[in-house]
T-cell receptor, first 110, second 114 residues
């Protein structure tokens, strides 16, 4: 069975303290891995798509990486405005359905 | 540019009542979908559509109906509300080609069934 697990469930950091969020998966055929950011009371907002092991994408203080078993979202020198829930989702076949992780709630304290 | 618009933002229903959650997008996207989001769980797909007149079931379709008469609109109908349907509902759209077309989400409808 295809599965996605995000860890940790919650992460509290001081402003400027770098860390990483994890999205591990067991799927039969990965066609794409997506990272989204979700603010309270809002819908998820797209950040990155990764397609193959070894691929990396960057945007401001965020960098996403992909291996054959997991993806990391690295956050460098975070600011309070980076506080949000970060979701990963996998596209594994052609029936238009994504498999979503439960998310990591990131809190950056000033 | 409105993107994906959902109404209402909040709704309280009594068990057994019916209602329709509205979703409209102005990006001419072929693909539209409905998700529910519950604490501690990933988003779960309820129904989706790949174009006007075409709908299909997702992971958790029971108790919900959809139709797609136009490209822009994709309403979700709750036939007889149950407390288990208390959740936050998101509508999302994208161009076809899921592996390289990210979803655009609305801001959700928070539904409470008492």
């Amino acid at each position: 069975e295809d599965q996605v697990t995000q860890s940790p469930e919650a992460l509290r950091l001081q402003e400027g303290e770098s860390s990483s969020l994890n999205c591990s998966y067991t799927v039969s055929g990965l066609r794409g891995l997506f990272w989204y950011r979700q603010d309270p009371g809002k819908g998820p907002e797209f950040l990155f798509t990764l397609y193959s092991a070894g691929e990396e994408k960057e945007k401001e203080r965020l960098k996403a990486t992909l291996t054959k078993k997991e993806s990391f979202l690295h956050i460098t020198a975070p600011k309070p405005e980076d506080s949000a829930t970060y979701l990963c989702a996998l596209y594994v076949d052609s029936n238009y359905q994504l498999i979503w992780g439960a998310g990591t709630k990131l809190i950056i304290k000033p | 540019n409105a993107g994906v618009t959902q109404t209402p933002k909040f709704q309280v229903l009594k068990t057994g009542q019916s209602m329709t959650l509205q979703c409209a997008q102005d990006m001419n996207h072929e693909y539209m979908s409905w998700y529910r989001q519950d604490p501690g769980m990933g988003l779960r797909l309820i129904h989706y559509s790949v174009g006007a007149g075409i709908t299909d079931q997702g992971e958790v379709p029971n108790g919900y109906n959809v139709s797609r008469s136009t490209t822009e609109d994709f309403p979700l109908r709750l036939l007889s509300a149950a407390p288990s349907q208390t959740s936050v509902y998101f509508c999302a759209s994208s161009p076809l080609g899921m592996n390289n077309s990210p979803l655009h989400f609305g801001n959700g409808t928070r539904l409470t069934v008492t």
